[in-house]
Each structure stands twice: as C-alpha cells, then as structure tokens.
C-alpha cells in the first residue's frame, strides 16, 4: 500500500542552482542523450515516450507483444527482466532477442530489472548495487545498442522504509554503471514503491544527475494512489521541469488499491509539457490488480476500458505517439560497386516505390507494414494505394494518413515522414480485419 502525499519543503531553487551549475550535459555519442531536461535520440531529435510495461520475464513466450504495442501506436516498452534474485534470470540470450524484437518493431527498449522492488520493506529484494551486477553481466548484449536502449537501474527500488540512502545509492550505482562501460541513457525510479511521497527523489535528483559523468541520466516517477488530484500531478512533474531536469511517468494506472489515480490529468499534462510516459501494464496482471491489464489475456483485439482509455482517448497513444527518428528512414545497405557498372534506367525524379508486408497474422485479424522507399532523388510527400482482394477492412493506422472508398485504400504521409532523401524510407502500420483469404495487394506510390 502507498502512503499519501506529506508536506515537505520547497526545494526549487537548490534544484535550479545545482542545474544551472552543470551547464548544458554532455551528449552521448553513440545513442541517446539529455540535454535541457529533454531527451534526444541518436539523430539529436528530441524524444516523448509513448508506451507501455511488458512484464516479459512472468511471461517470456509472450514475443509477439512487441508487436502487438506497436500496431497499436506505442513508440517504447519498458520490459520486465529478472536479475536471478526473486524469479528466474533473463540470459544474456534472452535479452539480446527482447532487444532485437524491440528494434524489429521500432520500439525504444527500456529495460528494467525488477527484483529491486521495495528494497528495505519486501522480503527478498535486491539492492540497487546487486542489480548493476546484472547490468555488467549483460555488457557485451548492451554494447552497441545506446541508439535503441535505456537501461532502468532497478524498479521502484524502495518500499516506504529505510530509503534514506536513495540518491547515494543511486549515485554509486550510475557511476559503476559508466565504470563498467555502459554509455546508455540511464533510469532512475523514485523510492516509496516508485510514488516518492517522502519528496527523496524530488528533492535529491539533480545532484544524483550531477554524479553522473556523462550527465544522461532520467528520473522515473510512477504514479497511482499517491496522485490522485491535478495540483499533486502538475506540482510534482513541474519542480523537474522548473529545475530543468528530465523526468517521465514509467508507470501508472487508471485505479489502484492505494487511491484512483487521475489519470487524464497525467496525459493532458505530459502532453501539454513534453514529458514521457509508460502505461501498466500490457497484460498478465494478477494477485487483485487485474484491473491494470490494457489487453485481455495478451489479445489486442480485446482491449479492456484502460486500453481503450490509454491507446485511443484523449492524449492517448494513437494521438500523441512519434516514433523515434532513427527508425524513420533506413538507407539501403551500400556495397563496392563493380569495375564497370551495368546500364542502369534511373527511376523518375521524385519517383517511389512502396512493399507491403503482413508482419503478425490472427484468426479474423492482421497487422501489415507498408515501407516507402524515395527513388535517385529527394522527395517531400509521397503516396501510395492499393485494392484489397478479399474483402479485408481497416480498423487502425500509425504514422500515415490512410483512407478507404470500398476496397480501395489510400495512403498519405503524416507532417512528419514526407520528406525523404534520395534512397531513404519512411514506414507505416495498420490494423485490419480478414476471413478466408488474405493475400498481399500491389500498390502504387507516387511523390513530388
């Protein structure tokens, strides 16, 4: 049970004075990297987490969850794994393949491990400095992919006791972190079983960012009973934003046991103000919390009123996701070219060509890929159509705009993919339904 929110000095200006002090925080080179209390991928474009929490390590055969959070507009998942302490340890194989099905479908991995929870308070939980241990061990799976993973050091790693050494804690493991090699956008969850209404987080973050070497490190509050009105929400979330330090929401529901958190409130703010945030969870939710699953028994056909709620209302996912720029466009592999190269027709200036492929498949159901592909010039808008066959129907779309006049269906770039270099290309994803036969249509595309 979480404890409500207590009165606490205000505490803005130490925050803003420790801040200012650092002067703009050194870029990652390789990945993702803070900067101005924001976070920017590895184009150097800045990026709001839209997704949700996966609890893979309760349910690692669950694989197809990736791609399920993704037709339905999610831009991250923060997975679940297990360090070995309190359940089964995710392999070094393991994670490398969560990672590969993240990047596969253009997902940001947060990866997290989740046997630090409510340290000093539950039974068998890890310290934080146990779960760098883990984090080490998975260097050589973690090497490399600073541009599709941020590392969550250990989830919610106090209960409401014994938290007082939360940010020395947290100092000595970032630092090891960067000792051992990792150069990954680090981040850290509040104490209190996540809520911080004890204000530790609050009121220690920028000198746990200043302890930080490379100074990439980004706080994750979870919010359930403990903000359950506006005036808690927006106080909260605003000290970070006044103090120029990054913050996210990396869970929260629409009910809990401790309180009804407001959630509207959460979404609206966060949009209004650019901060990211995780939904839990994606399904598989037990012990009186079933509440929280956004899908039923892993089915994105079947989302519950929290799915519906956090994917298709207002501020939901559908409506303020952006993938992360560096999935936008993937140039063509290169290769030496021969002596004496072959005659070539060059496409049209301005041309594209468009593919079409079915990526997950369910009775009645399908998600498909369309990847649109500029030709030997640059160019700013594209379109692209094709007929269905056998009487498929969309029901959802991402990252396009799509309409349908029967079985024709036409595709549009949304404001942000239109433009692409000569050989570059911009993808979008859809929903539909099918019976009896779902074959694969030919499509046309034109640009300008």
Partial sequence: MKTRLSAVGVTVLALLVTVLAFGQPAHAAAGFSVAGGKLYDANGTEFIMRGVNHAHTWYPQQTSSFADVKALGANTVRV???????????TNADV?????????????????????????????????????????????????????V??????????????????TDNANAIKRLRAGGLSHTIMVDAPNWGQDWSFTMRDNAASVFAADPARNT???????GVFDTAAEISDYLGRFRSAGLPIVVGEFGFNHSDGNPDEDTILAYSQANGIGWLGWSWSGNGGGVEYLDLATNFNPASLTDWGQRLFNGANGIRQTARQASIFDSIPPPTTPPPTTPPPTTPPPAGGCTATYTVTNQWQGGFQAEVRVTAGARAI?????????????????????????????????????????????????????????????????????
Wanted: charged share 10%.
């Fill in 80 to 90: 679940v794994l297990s360090s070995g302490d309190r359940w089964t340890r995710n």
């Fill in 96 to 148: 490398a393949n969560v990672i590969s099905l993240c990047k596969a479908n253009r997902l940001i991995c947060v990866l997290e491990v989740h046997d630090t929870t409510g340290y000093g308070e539950q039974s068998g939980a890890i310290t934080l400095a146990r779960a760098v241990d883990y984090w080490l061990s998975l260097a050589d799976v973690l090497s490399g992919q600073e541009k599709y």
């Fill in 150 to 167: 941020i590392v969550n050091i250990g989830n919610e790693p106090y209960g409401n006791q014994n938290y007082a050494s939360w940010a």
């Fill in 218 to 224: 980004v706080f994750s509050i979870h919010m359930y």
């Fill in 380 to 448: 700013t808008s594209w379109t692209a159509g094709w007929t269905f066959a056998n009487g498929q129907s969309l029901t959802q779309s991402w990252n396009v705009a799509l309409t349908s006049s029967g079985t024709t269906v036409t595709a549009r770039n949304a404001e942000y993919n239109g433009r692409l270099a000569a050989g570059a290309s911009a993808s979008f994803g859809f929903l539909a339904s099918w019976t009896g036969t779902n074959s694969v249509p030919a499509l046309s595309c034109t640009a300008s």
